[in-house]
């Protein structure tokens, strides 16, 4: 009996994931406020594929998806600090995703920043990017390369580092970037795992019979 519990439960288990699984896919990042927290500046760094210095081209322009408002603005890219996989280029022009969330600030026309950023995948758009960590991934930048978090969290102060553009090769140079393994299982491993549970399901039967 209690292997007849044990195997329905793990069945019931499966299933529940399996259905998870599909709603990450199908729901993959559309709310942009469900993101990573960092505590210091360096994990920011490390987590951060792509590091630009640009000026916002463009104001914020509102879009609805599923009910959700998003924002997009178009960056001019100034200088490349970092991108690992070296698609972009000064004076290009990039698409920025926003939610304008506390979480999420909107950037401003002309204002020149200094932004922590990855390609966004999901289905609101195609070809933009999000900034990692949000409002902690956002700084302004001004005339002298001084940076102002726009959040209240500024990762530089809680780091004990000095917030000035002209440190930031060093900071990345010492915390290069290491992607976030995807705990997520594929098809293959999800299918592979089912098929043993219920395998395990029918001996526990036959054991009970």
């Known amino acids: ?123 609101v758009m195609e070809n933009a990017y999000r900034i990692v960590g949000l409002q902690q991934g956002y700084f302004k930048v001004n005339r002298t390369g001084t940076l102002t978090s726009v959040g209240e969290s500024n990762l530089y102060q809680k780091s004990g580092l000095s917030a000035d553009l002209s440190k930031l090769e060093a900071l990345l140079k010492d915390h290069p970037y290491v992607a976030e393994k995807n705990d997520v299982m594929t098809d293959e491993e999800i299918e592979a795992f089912n098929e043993n549970e219920e395998r395990l399901f029918e001996e526990s039967q036959q054991h009970d019979e």
């Open 1 to 123: 009996m209690k292997k007849w519990m044990i195997g329905m439960i793990s069945v019931a288990v499966i299933a529940g994931y399996i259905m998870f699984s599909e709603m990450l896919k199908e729901e993959n990042t559309s709310d942009l406020a469900v993101t990573e927290s960092f505590r210091h500046i360096d994990d920011l760094a490390t987590r951060s594929p792509i590091v630009i210095v640009g000026k916002v081209s463009s104001a914020p322009k509102p879009f609805t998806h599923q009910s959700v408002t998003f924002f997009e603005s178009h960056i001019q890219v100034q200088r490349v600090y970092r991108d690992v996989n070296g698609q972009l280029k000064s004076a290009d022009t990039i698409t920025l995703l926003q939610n304008d969330m506390e979480e999420d600030p909107l950037v401003k026309r002309d204002e020149t920043v200094l932004l922590y950023l990855q390609r966004y995948e999901g289905p």
